[in-house]
T-cell receptor, first 113, second 112 residues
Framework: DGGITQSPKYLFRKEGQNVTLSCEQN?????MYWYRQDPGQGLRLIYY???????QKGDIAEGYSVSREKKESFPLTVTSAQKNPTAFYLC????????????FGSGTRLTVV | GENVEQHPSTLSVQEGDSAVIKCTYS??????FPWYKQELGKGPQLIID?????GEKKDQRIAVTLNKTAKHFSLHITETQPEDSAVYFC???????????FGQGTRLTINP
């Protein structure tokens, strides 16, 4: 079955460390997205990519970095510059043409210890 | 940029009653309006969507209505069941843009 897979489900980070969250899709979607979810604040866009080797900053890109070397993969790195990284991170994908809803992954919960 | 307001933030209804969640948006060029349901610890799932050339869409117990003049759209759930308890998000896509702007979410609780 086609879908979008995020790993790991839970991730713990020490102060000053960089961590990378994985997102893989086999839906043949061109566009991929990363959102951060905090309690009571809805979904905030971190980065998005409409095509391989191209990506754009979202509303809260500071302290995060991404790459899009393959159509299927859009990893997110949470750097030490992100001062409050504890959150639930959601990856999504969609077809590039016409407005379509996103398909979301099951999320990664990142906690700073 | 687009601004999406969602109300209420929490909603509690008796099983079997109806629930309505409303979203307003600011950009008149918006042309796509999906609704997502998120269960605890999971990613959101698309439950229904509507495009700007349609005023209403229904799928069993779920319906969405769109008023483009007033720039608001609503989710209607009839004959609510315990499994409808979740957080619901509305979203808006501006024509020509390739990203969605989400509302703040509504936590719906169905009381048995």
């Amino acid at each position: 079955d086609g879908g979008i897979t995020q790993s790991p489900k839970y991730l713990f980070r020490k102060e000053g460390q960089n961590v990378t969250l994985s997102c893989e899709q086999n839906l043949n979607h061109d566009a991929m997205y990363w959102y951060r979810q905090d309690p009571g604040q809805g979904l905030r866009l971190i980065y998005y990519s409409q095509i391989v080797n191209d990506f754009q900053k979202g509303d809260i890109a500071e302290g995060y970095s991404v790459s899009r070397e393959k159509k299927e993969s859009f990893p997110l790195t949470v750097t030490s510059a992100q001062k409050n990284p504890t959150a639930f991170y959601l990856c999504a994908s969609s077809p590039r043409t016409a407005p379509y809803g996103y398909t979301f992954g099951s999320g990664t919960r990142l906690t700073v210890v | 940029g687009e601004n999406v307001e969602q109300h209420p933030s929490t909603l509690s209804v008796q099983e079997g009653d109806s629930a309505v969640i409303k979203c307003t948006y600011s950009d008149s060029a918006s042309n796509y309006f999906p609704w997502y349901k998120q269960e605890l610890g999971k990613g959101p799932q698309l439950i229904i969507d509507i495009r700007s050339n349609v005023g209403e869409k229904k799928d069993q117990r779920i319906a969405v209505t769109l008023n483009k003049t007033a720039k608001h759209f609503s989710l209607h759930i009839t004959e609510t069941q315990p499994e409808d308890s979740a957080v619901y998000f509305c979203a808006v896509q501006i024509q020509g843009a390739q990203k969605l702007v989400f509302g703040q979410g509504t936590r719906l609780t169905i009381n048995p």
